[in-house]
């Protein structure tokens, strides 16, 4: 894994800046990269959780170092694709999302996730609470999942699988949604949380994600839950909450702004690289 990290960094090491997006996974722990990284290089972190998972891996804390983040930039005509873009033949076989006197269709209200497909981001497990969750209570909702279709699952009422969209299709399904919801437990800063915080859009999140859990404990934008009894607690609440849902969002909003907007990443970027270019030159 990461070739080009492991045989290039050594060449540069003295004016280098290394963006290790460490995520607490087996890969991390690799001998390799614990002879890789010294404290010669600087180093760029996402969020302060990253720095402390770099420092427990590999004993030390780097000197040259800054938690930058990302930029998070949508488009200036997103607020422009307003208007549901569900469409009538992703709900086949939900009865109770088309009029038949009219033939108008009418969408449920949705959830969604954004990711990949995959037992590491938990999605599998996601529909399994969710689906669970909708036996026990009476609300009309359905769990949006965009991202590659699954051979093995198939949209029906509660799950619609909307496939790989258009960015200007996912703002779009972000602005319509009731909330976002990022099941992964192995995150090092989450763009996607990022985007719907910047739409105003409260978030649910793996809580054995300590990178998730501290954005919104920090920002207040999001809950988060750690098994299916807290799953059901949370979505009870955002369901029941839209005052709050709604609160969340706006806070999630300003959290972005303050923390990951182009000015704010550029002066921490700018900063990191003269710190390094000054330390590299006295060497």
């Known amino acids: 894994m990461y070739y080009t990290t492991v045989f290039a960094l050594p060449l540069v090491k003295n004016k280098s800046i290394c963006l290790p997006t460490l995520h607490e996974e087996i890969p991390a722990y690799f001998s390799v990269y614990k002879k890789l990284f010294t404290n010669e290089i600087t180093y760029c972190f996402n969020t302060p959780e990253e720095l402390k998972l770099f420092q427990k891996i590999y004993g030390f804390y780097p000197s040259k170092f800054s938690v930058i983040g990302m930029n998070i930039f949508l488009p200036n005509n997103v607020g422009e694709h307003r208007g549901s873009p569900l469409q009538p033949m992703d709900f086949v076989g939900a009865d109770h999302c088309?009029?038949?006197?009219?033939?108008?269709?009418?969408?449920?209200?949705?959830?969604?996730?954004?990711?990949?497909?995959?037992?590491?981001?938990?999605?599998?497990?996601?529909?399994?609470?969710?689906?669970?969750?909708?036996?026990?209570?009476?609300?009309?909702?359905?769990?949006?999942?965009?991202?590659?279709?699954?051979?093995?699952?198939?949209?029906?009422?509660?799950?619609?699988?909307?496939?790989?969209?258009?960015?200007?299709?996912?703002?779009?399904?972000?602005?319509?949604?009731?909330?976002?919801?990022?099941?992964?437990?192995?995150?090092?800063?989450?763009?996607?949380?990022?985007?719907?915080?910047s739409l105003k859009k409260a978030v649910l999140v793996n809580g054995d994600s300590i990178v998730l859990k501290r954005h919104c404990e920090r920002s207040q934008g999001g809950l988060y839950y750690t098994c299916q009894k807290s799953f059901f607690a949370t979505m009870n609440f955002l369901m029941d909450n839209p005052t709050i849902r709604e609160e969340m969002g706006k806070n999630g909003q300003k959290y972005v702004e303050m923390n990951y907007s182009e000015g704010v990443v550029q002066n921490k970027l700018f900063a990191l690289v003269d710190l390094s270019n000054s330390l590299s030159n006295s060497l």
């Open 98 to 197: 088309v009029c038949p006197e009219n033939d108008i269709a009418e969408t449920p209200p949705y959830v969604l996730y954004i990711g990949r497909l995959d037992v590491g981001k938990k999605v599998y497990e996601l529909i399994d609470f969710f689906l669970e969750w909708k036996n026990k209570t009476v609300n009309d909702v359905c769990l949006l999942i965009m991202g590659a279709k699954p051979t093995n699952f198939h949209s029906k009422q509660d799950v619609v699988f909307t496939g790989y969209v258009s960015d200007t299709l996912k703002y779009s399904y972000i602005q319509n949604s009731l909330f976002l919801i990022n099941s992964s437990p192995l995150e090092s800063f989450s763009i996607v949380i990022m985007e719907a915080w």
